[in-house]
């Protein structure tokens, strides 16, 4: 089991089986015509079996997306317009009705095996629904889109994927946009058994790229243009993974004298695997991002970037939270034996927000039709009110560890300057959220207070690669938030409080943050591509909706 501890973190770039190994794919350098030529669509429909609270239900689940016809070795091969159409029976939506839920919302993580000359490898599929109305009678529909990790693979033969289990989190609202009791439902759903055999949704020849004859039994088609030279043909079709993951291309890291090239020779062989460039939290050319220097790290010191997307109900739209740095002091992990019989690994740490040295995150604007027609543009900053807290609580139970993270921190939101329509609005230096942004607290008793709660789930199998969220490797974190009345907005004896308030205030504000790798900060010699030659994270997460 990968532990909490820094020494101990999984990465996202291990992956399973002997055959299978980590390289880094450049694929933002694919040509667009790559892409576009070949596509092959997928459409499959398959009988799911769903683990609900009240017990096991049948469901419907449609997977689409579009898929490259064939590729070449060492060529990324992409899924794209990927959605998951989820349909449970009426018998869910009743449960949703008797918890007084008018819409739900809904998160996807749907495990794909990728195959290829007996070499295999999970990843996932994550994708978020828009809201959805419950229905007063028959089965509850939800779609969710979302971009997914592009793959790659160092030697020819059919890429196979396959349609395995689905985890779905139910985020129902009563039709003031409150939460219901609960909060959040998850779901857990497998293939029935009708589904056997029907499981593929598509097969991708992989060529060297040195002719366009496919592999044995598969279809004729045009061939794509390769979008990397082939890899030497001198490298072994046999060769084992490296033991540990590359650097990303371009830069140095502690231990190594330099990247290792994509298209080399050392990479040809091996089998599919994610191409890092597009991991979720990772990226082949890293992004700017504002510095993240831990002045007195220790042992136990973490940093990482984060990012996401936040709901502004009331303005019917989305307020991108920028790049923000994290420092975070890990605390000492404890054995749990609890009188159910199981097993947990508890840890709880501490951190802030870091910004030119402030607890804040850096400013960013957004842009809004306040009251449905008028475009306002604001400048904002959250900033930190009280300690950041990280409980982490992972259930042992071998060989599937489950985790269970759950962030807390109160933040103010405060408003530098707004312009209605063009037109600058004087708010004043001092206008600002009344109280911290608010959201449900599972544990009121233990943590009072306004402050923000953000729930991570993941799983961490013995000896592969962390998924959904942990702390050291990052992922996403999801929570509601209530955005207070504001205060103090307004100069020369305008008050500018009221029309604030009753422009953005209220409850039901949806919120998708996404982690990236922790970087290790104490450390004598960081793991590779965690950490920049200063000790700042090198991983810098894209946002996701």
Known sequence: MRGQRAAQRPTRARTRGAAIAALVALAPLLPAAAVALGSHEVDTRLPYLCTLPSGPQTATVRIRATVPDRATVGETIEATDVSTTLELPAAVAAELTALEAATVRAETTLTVGVGQNGARTDVTWRGTARPAAVPAEGPLTLTSTGDVPALTTGTAGDLTLDA????????????????????????????????????????????????????????????????????????????????????????????????????????????????????????????????????KPTSTSLSAYITGYSNVRKLDGASLIPVSCVQLEQGEPVIDFRPDGTLHLLQKSEGSLLYQGRKQSPPFRSTFLTFGFAPTTATLVLEQAGPLTVESDVLLVFPDNIAETYVRVPLVLRVLDVEVNGTPLAVGPDCRTATPLSSPEPQPAKYPGDHLVLLGKGQLLNGTDATGYVLTSGGPLTGEVTIPAFKGCGVAGENLDRLLTASISGPGNHIRQIQGQTCAVGVEVPTEGQCTADRQPYVVPRPER
């Open 164 to 295: 395995g289990a689905l985890a779905v989190g139910l985020a129902p609202s009563k039709a003031d946009g409150t939460p219901t009791g609960p909060a959040s439902l998850s779901v857990s759903c497998v293939p029935g058994p009708d589904a056997e055999g029907r499981t593929l949704l598509a097969g991708i020849p992989v060529t060297t790229g040195s002719t366009g004859t496919p592999s044995p039994g598969t279809p004729s088609a045009p061939p794509t243009a390769p979008s990397s030279p082939p890899p030497s043909s001198s490298a072994s079709a046999s060769a084992g993974p490296s033991g540990q993951p590359s650097a990303p291309a371009g830069r140095e890291t502690a231990g190594t004298t330099g990247a290792r090239d994509p298209g080399s020779a050392t990479d040809a062989g091996r089998g599919p695997r994610v191409a890092t460039g597009h991991a979720p939290g990772a990226t082949a050319d890293r992004p700017k991002a504002p510095p993240c220097v831990t002045e």
